[in-house]
Nanobody, 124 residues
């Protein structure tokens, strides 16, 4: 049974940084792509970033490119999302995702498993 557990959310001021973590269990972590999505209040869940099984490839939504960095530690079965220069519009519940099959996550269509989410609030 796959479990994805996010942590690291919280309330921060605009311009601040925050790092989210997602600990995975239940499948061989190093074989699957990982990603982050977010859902703002009253809006649909959107793709944020993704990383390949070995960390060699990454993808980012245009809205976070240059500010967010996704990384993974296969030895710890953990994926991270480093978020810098946070803006009010980054406020959302952030969800960790694992690919259904081998390959890169490019949208929710490739997601096989979801975490329960962690809330990030950017406000002064």
């Amino acid at each position: 049974q796959v479990q994805l557990v996010e942590s690291g959310g919280g309330l921060v001021q605009p311009g601040s940084s925050l790092t989210l973590s997602c600990a995975a269990s239940g499948r061989t972590f190093s074989m699957y792509g990982m990603g982050w999505f977010r859902q703002a209040p009253g809006k649909e869940r959107l793709f944020v970033a993704a990383i390949s099984w070995n960390g060699g490839s990454t993808l980012y939504a245009d809205s976070v490119k240059g500010r967010f960095t996704i990384s993974r530690d296969n030895a710890k079965s953990t994926v991270y999302l480093q978020m810098n220069s946070l803006k009010a519009e980054d406020t959302a519940v952030y969800y960790c995702a694992q690919s259904r099959a081998y390959g890169m996550i490019r949208s929710s269509l490739q997601v096989g498993y979801w975490g329960k989410g962690t809330l990030v609030t950017v406000s002064s």
